[in-house]
């Protein structure tokens, strides 16, 4: 068990853009479709926030998702987890790419034992309609009071006013059966986020 960069030499990221990003007619916003690729930017460690791999998670966490209010407990019983904490579907159009991206890795995770999940405050509403238009294969959580976000400390705490108020650091908690962390990966940088290769390299890395 361990986190993603101490499992993996040095990781490529890609980017998100600021929480006063355009509007989504802009052009920055139409990235939205583009995949999550694997070329470097830069190559950062990740940052110690939030549980340790090893902890148990917040089995009690609740979130909305198009099946009503669910747990974190309950989400389990399906299986392993790959939780993708996200800042917004709605203003952050990198974010936006990043979810689009990992849709291509379901099956690969699902091989693996493990259901992908993506998290971010949003309502349900614009969650719904980003799973919709974008084809998600995967479920949307919504975690509008970021509660979950704090139990697993993620919240960014540079953000004391205006929309980004209770967003999650770019991260990502692989959660096994049994509701322990087995493996992480937090960026302090929020233009920088995992790979779907990392992504894949960060679960084949666990030791089972």
């Not at 991260?171 to 059966?177: E, F, G, L």
């Amino acid at each position: 068990m361990a986190s993603l960069f101490a499992l993996a030499p040095a990781l490529a990221f890609t980017s998100c853009s600021e929480p006063e990003s355009p509007p989504d007619n802009s052009a920055e916003a139409n990235e939205i479709a583009a995949p999550v690729t694997d070329e470097a930017s830069s190559e950062i460690p990740s940052i110690d926030v939030g549980l340790k791999v090893g902890a148990t998670a917040p089995l009690d966490a609740k979130f909305n998702s198009g099946d009503g209010s669910e747990t974190l407990e309950s989400l389990l019983e399906d299986g392993p987890a790959v939780l993708v904490f996200t800042r917004s579907v709605e203003w952050c159009p990198f974010c936006q790419t990043q979810l689009k991206g990992i849709n291509a890795i379901v099956g690969d995770l699902e091989k693996r034992g493990y259901k992908l999940y993506g998290i971010s405050y949003d309502s349900l509403d614009s969650q719904d309609r980003f799973s919709k238009n974008q084809m998600l294969q995967y479920k949307m959580l919504s975690d509008e009071k970021s509660t979950t976000i704090d139990a697993f400390g993620l919240r960014d705490p540079q953000y004391t006013e205006g929309k980004a108020v209770g967003v999650p650091y770019a991260s990502v908690m692989v959660i096994n059966k049994d509701g322990k962390i087995i493996a992480k990966s937090v960026s302090g940088d929020f233009k920088k986020r995992p790979t779907n290769e990392q992504l894949l390299a960060l679960v084949d890395a666990i030791q089972r």
